[in-house]
T-cell receptor
Framework: NAGVTQTPKFRVLKTGQSMTLLCAQD?????MYWYRQDPGMGLRLIHY???????AKGEVPDGYNVSRLKKQNFLLGLESAAPSQTSVYFC???FGSGSKDEQYFGPGTRLTVT | GEDVEQSLFLSVREGDSSVINCTYT??????LYWYKQEPGAGLQLLTY?????DMKQDQRLTVLLNKKDKHLSLRIADTQTGDSAIYFC?????????????FGSGTRLSIRP
């Protein structure tokens, strides 16, 4: 049981390049989330999904797209990377959306855009 | 809008108690959480408290909630080097889904020998 895994762990992009971050969970969770973490700030929700085939915008969705084609995978795409997207990206998943439904986090992807 | 605030740093001596404080603005908050982030890792839920509780204790951890002042604290007794981490306070209102968890900026706890 690996929990939540993210690939890659690190990436450097040039402005305008594109990339996809992959999140996978093996806990059969319905809900999955993408957050970004910036220095001195809490986690901010980019997009989330409440089940296979669904996606929804979070707090800071601009410049990102997501897909949830399979229940266990949640992909975050950057079509044209900008320096403002330099951040640490965390994926999380949870069984449901109840208050006690703990979000399980992946180890993070550190992205630098030059 | 909703906001959660924490001080950015705390330094304590090994063996002492650590108290990490948090304030929040959403008066409808009913669930409040403490997450721990160790270096290079994701966040891990430490504990949570429901708003009709004043206190919750779990081994070395004590959570105190003052709903009137919208103040939450996490006390770690007998602080150890393994407690070095960033601690995030988070809140969620009763009528929002898990997608509406608001995180504070995190308090970095460092331990002095």
């Amino acid at each position: 049981n690996a929990g939540v895994t993210q690939t890659p762990k690190f990436r450097v992009l040039k402005t305008g390049q594109s990339m996809t971050l992959l999140c996978a969970q093996d806990m059969n969770h319905e809900y999955m989330y993408w957050y970004r973490q910036d220095p001195g700030m809490g986690l901010r929700l980019i997009h989330y999904s409440v089940g296979e085939g669904t996606t929804a915008k979070g707090e800071v969705p601009d410049g990102y797209n997501v897909s949830r084609l399979k229940k266990q995978n949640f992909l975050l795409g950057l079509e044209s990377a900008a320096p403002s997207q330099t951040s640490v990206y965390f994926c999380a998943s949870s069984f449901g959306s109840g208050s006690k439904d703990e979000q399980y986090f992946g180890p993070g992807t550190r992205l630098t855009v030059t | 809008g909703e906001d959660v605030e924490q001080s950015l740093f705390l330094s304590v001596r090994e063996g002492d108690s650590s108290v990490i404080n948090c304030t929040y603005t959403d008066s409808s908050s009913t669930y409040l959480y403490w997450y721990k982030q160790e270096p290079g890792a994701g966040l891990q839920l430490l504990t949570y408290i429901f708003s009709n509780m004043d206190m919750k204790q779990d081994q070395r951890l004590t959570v105190l909630l003052n709903k009137k002042d919208k103040h939450l604290s996490l006390r770690i007794a007998d602080t150890q080097t393994g407690d070095s981490a960033i601690y995030f306070c988070a809140e969620r209102s009763a009528y929002s889904s898990a997608s509406k968890i608001i995180f504070g900026s995190g308090t970095r706890l460092s331990i002095r020998p």
